[in-house]
């Protein structure tokens, strides 16, 4: 080939992928990122001005003292800010996981919580709280982390056979597993007191309202972690969508992939759902809209679902403490009522997928 | 202590002698010079001293905190007296008002109902969901919260934001008569509490000496509708039912809100059936209508069936005795006429 | 080029393939025709090693199958199987420009070389035109060349094509072919076709390898393996052989019942 010197642009006809698309898109996304989150730190129940919230903001990050009383230093930094860095995380980690899970199931309905982890997530919270131990400072997360784990394990176990991973046998297993679950969950339900009810109904009704730094310490360099492995595969997340045997002759170790997708993606889910509580909703339609508008290549689609579900979520998140202060709506409800009808907009006006 | 230091020298400064040479702006020299003055001054001292000792006092006690111990075993170190208090729960804010606050109670939940003055109180939010940002700009001294209704993550977030929280857990009448006793010497109004104590003792005792000896109906509380819920061993109503002369058909179930079937209640065949609700005024025709049905219990067929004041009998507060003494009413009409 | 020897494979209980030897040489058309079930595409299967025999090797220009890496193959072995196109449609470009992975390794994106040579295996099968289009909304004779396309970005040494013509019509077949061998005939690539067309495979393969339940019942030219009794000896029903009028090479007639 005598062609190694053309640079791309050449090759612009084509309208492929290239870095610095990827880049472009990320900036601008992040651009969007950026301006969601200082909006969000501006708006509380409590009115702080706008222009102080940044100027504390930047002052604390920059390590300045200055302005800002108290009062309102404790507003935006111990309250506001680590509930929209808290938020962000788990909206990226839940759309990145969301578009995993549809990769290797080779499904658009899957989204973070059908294969189960959430409702196991949810099982261990209960279990939790109705054994007192939501006394302890990292009790209740900790035992719902264990209890995905758990749920991970078994759905794994199950969604095998022979050494390899079917993806229906999967979704089957985990489908079972978590209607299980969930008639679990509703035993405890129903045997638990006044109390007891409401802590749980609210956690499973996800929540943000105690969020702190240590938790955002503990999970980011996870979710890091996780989303630097799977974005490494995501040029071979698109051969898997072709079939695996196609992306077996292209050379990819569809097994070894499987894994370590289904391992990442559900411990993502897992850290999440730990930390907040289930938020529906954000897994299934983030992935979607953003293959609806920047297409199904996951070299794109995994940072910008990442930076469309961080804003979302968010936005989402302080939606819900702001609407009808001082009752704070649980951010389920907001992810629902305004990524619903949004989804059925981007429906109408593209193609989501033609068949299934 | 350097406020204290201030005064005495100011006070030493204007009590010197203006030709006296020995004048130091610091500490005790001046009290000494003075000392060493003429006999005269020695009534000047007894007055420095008293005035210093009654300021000391005053100054300590307005700046100094007391630790006290919650009722969940909690240490609290608290601004003493509290000028500004936030109450997490309704019972929490009929006690503080009973106790003769009102401009310290700067927060309330969105529960609180009782007494009329609540209505023009800001609402930091609900037993689930608090609104921090709200008690932050508030800036109380202390926040008070149930251990039935707040849950411990959300105290402990207090406590790291840096506000004392106060946790009182009562669980029956005596416990409520506790609280309240606990409550007010945390705010500094012991006089007031013992007060309080004093009357709902009194009619407490007044309640239990009139259906003494008399004969124990068999009482069903509901609480719930669907599912049927009422009140077993560790719930105030079953306290209440007890003190008021009533024997609990549901007093001998470990959970505190059980849920009965029908078949248990028949079985069970309570005499008088309590209906607890939050708008006992309306509402009758219908309870009485859904309970027509079972004809075969002796509540249902005596008519003996009741609407009572959620509030007055659920609510940890000194009410509680209001809703014993309505209940002693209704199972004993003939030992209480109105 | 392949040298398969003595292989041996099963899925549960029942042998698939047993004792199955042979070879193919570089640049030859080979059709691989039998019944239904009697192990065509698991033979195919194993040639790019998504299977494994439980016995006997596979050989690749003297290496081992089984001790080439899955990257290795991907470079010297292409595949075009049946296909569901995947669930969320990739533009036609972008399905050739997989064809490039084996090439890529751990490199996210690809380079100016790749989209050259993407370019040339398009212009190859003549799908620059619709190189925009979602693969979904082709035509199956569009789709097809565009799996070709990509089977041409792995610049492989050898195409192995699995019932490739089953859902075209006779034009797109014929288009279809003729772009096949020309490949074979004009950039020397190998191919290996499965098919139970035995008229198409008379007509385009070198040589042929007829199979009976998993077992190789005959092999070589056309005009050796496709005669009246080896066909009706393995498919079990009366037909008539003659010869293609124009081309000359054996042609298949299917016998109605009472007709003779």
Redesign the interface.
């Known amino acids: 080939m005598t062609n190694d010197h053309c640079s791309l642009f050449n090759y612009s006809f084509m309208k492929i992928l290239t870095l610095k698309k990827v880049l472009l898109i990320s900036a601008f996304l992040g651009l969007i990122l950026v301006l969601v989150t200082i909006l969000s730190i501006t708006m509380g129940s409590v009115k702080v001005e706008p222009h102080r919230s940044i100027s504390i903001l930047l002052q604390s990050i920059l390590g300045l003292k200055g302005a800002g009383t108290e009062t309102e230093k404790t507003i935006i930094l111990s309250l506001r800010v680590p509930r929209v860095l808290l938020a962000g995380l788990v909206g990226a980690g839940l759309s990145v996981s969301g578009a995993i899970f549809q990769a290797l199931l080779r499904n658009p309905l899957a989204d973070p919580y059908i294969l189960g982890v959430s409702s196991g997530a949810a099982v261990g919270a209960i279990v939790a709280i109705l054994m007192g131990l939501g006394t302890l400072s990292f009790g209740l997360p900790l035992a719902s982390f264990i209890g995905s784990l758990l749920t991970i394990l078994i759905v794994f176990y199950f969604g095998r056979q022979e050494g390899k991973i079917h993806p229906n046998t999967l979704l089957l297993a985990g489908v079972i597993v978590s209607s299980s679950l969930s008639a679990l969950i509703m035993f405890f339900l129903s045997i638990s007191q006044r109390e007891e009810l409401r802590t749980i109904v609210f956690w499973l009704m996800g929540d943000f309202s105690l969020s702190n730094y240590q938790a955002i310490r503990l999970i980011f360099p996870y979710l890091l972690f996780a989303f630097l492995l799977l974005y490494a595969h995501a040029r071979q997340f698109n051969l898997i969508l072709s079939g695996e045997e196609s992306a077996l002759q292209l050379g990819v170790n569809v097994e070894r992939l499987k894994l370590i997708s289904y391992l990442g993606a559900s411990l993502m889910t897992a850290a999440s759902v730990s930390m907040c509580g289930l938020i529906g909703f954000v897994g299934l339609i983030v992935p979607h809209s953003v293959r609806l508008i920047f297409g199904p290549d996951h070299r794109l689609l995994l940072p910008a679902s990442a930076l469309v579900g961080a804003s979302f979520l968010i936005a989402s998140d302080t939606l819900g403490r702001t609407l009808f202060s001082p009752v704070e709506l649980p951010v389920g409800v907001i992810t629902a009522a305004f990524g619903g009808p949004f989804f059925i907009y981007l429906l109408r006006t593209r193609k989501v997928v033609k068949t299934l | 202590m350097n406020t204290f230091n201030f005064i005495q020298a100011a006070i030493s400064h204007n009590l010197k002698d203006p030709h006296s040479k020995a004048l130091e702006p610091d500490g005790l020299s001046p009290l000494l010079a003075i000392a060493t003055q003429s006999s005269g001054a020695r009534g000047l001292i007894f007055l420095f001293v008293l005035l210093t000792f009654v300021l000391f006092h005053v100054s300590v006690s307005y700046s100094a905190s007391k630790t006290f111990k919650d009722e969940v075993g909690r240490e609290v170190v608290v601004l003493f007296p509290p000028k500004k208090i936030v109450s997490l729960a309704p019972n929490i804010t009929e006690i503080l008002f009973s106790l003769g606050l009102d401009q310290e109670i700067v927060g309330v939940s969105i529960h609180c109902n009782f007494p009329e003055k609540v209505q023009s109180k800001v609402r930091v939010g609900s037993y689930i969901s608090l609104d921090f940002e709200k008690i932050v700009s508030l800036k109380p001294d202390l926040i008070i919260a149930t251990g039935a209704g707040n849950t411990r993550d959300m105290v402990e977030r207090l406590e790291r934001l840096g506000f004392p929280t106060y946790v009182i857990f009562p669980k029956n009448v005596e416990d409520v008569i506790r609280s309240v006793g606990h409550l007010s010497q945390l705010v500094g109004r012991e006089k007031e509490g013992v007060e309080i104590i004093q009357e709902m003792k009194r009619r407490r005792e007044r309640v239990v000496e009139r259906t003494q000896g008399l004969p124990r109906p068999r009482v069903f509380l509901q609480i719930g509708e669907a599912p049927v819920v009422t009140v077993g061993k560790n719930s105030f109503a079953d306290d209440l039912i007890r003190l008021a002369g009533g024997d609990n058909v549901a007093g001998n179930e470990k959970e505190m809100y059980p849920r009965f079937g029908m078949e248990e209640i028949l079985k069970r065949s309570p005499e008088v059936i309590l209906i607890s609700s939050m708008n006992p005024g309306g509402n009758y025709q219908k309870a009485l209508q859904e309970w027509s049905r079972w004809k075969t219990i002796p509540a249902v067929k005596n008519g003996r069936i009741h609407l009572i004041d959620s509030d007055l009998i659920d609510r940890p507060s000194p009410r509680i005795i209001e809703g014993l003494e309505e209940m002693a009413r209704l199972l004993h009409p003939e030992r209480f006429k109105r | 080029m392949i040298e398969v020897d003595s292989i041996f494979f099963r899925y549960h209980q029942d042998w698939v393939l047993q004792d199955v030897s042979f070879q193919v040489r570089k640049g030859e058309f080979v059709g691989v025709i039998g019944p239904n079930g009697s192990g065509k595409t698991t033979l195919l ?1 194993i040639l ?1 090693r ?1 299977l494994s025999p439980q016995q006997g090797e596979v050989f690749f220009d003297r290496l081992s199958l089984e001790k080439m890496s ?2 290795e ?3 010297k ?3 075009v ?1 049946q ?9 036609a ?3 050739v ?3 490039r ?2 090439y ?1 390794g ?1 490199l ?3 380079s ?2 790749d ?5 040339k295996a398009m212009e190859w099968t003549e799908t620059l035109p619709i ?2 289009r979602p693969i ?1 909304e082709l035509s199956g004779g569009e789709r097809k060349r565009v799996y070709i396309a990509r089977a041409l970005a ?1 610049e492989p040494e050898m195409i192995l094509l699995d019932e490739p013509t089953s859902n075209l019509d006779i034009h797109h077949q014929v288009e279809f072919l003729d772009l096949v061998l020309s490949l074979n005939r004009e950039k020397g690539l190998t191919i290996l076709m499965a098919s139970h067309d035995l008229n198409l495979a008379s007509e385009y393969c070198d040589r042929l390898i007829f199979l009976q339940n998993g077992k190789i019942y005959k092999m070589g030219s056309p005009e050796e393996v496709m005669t009246r009794e080896n066909i009706e000896k393995v498919y079990g029903c009366e037909v008539w052989v003659d010869r293609n009028p124009v081309s000359g090479m054996p042609r298949v007639s299917l016998l109605r019942k009472g007709v003779h």
Do not use: W
């Open positions: 299967k790019y998504l899955r990257g193959i991907a470079k072995i292409a595949v199987a296909e569901t196109y995947p669930a969320f449609p990739f533009r470009i972008e399905m420009l997989m064809g992975s084996p890529l751990h996210m994106f690809e100016p070389k989209l050259e040579i993407a370019k190189s925009q979904d792995q």
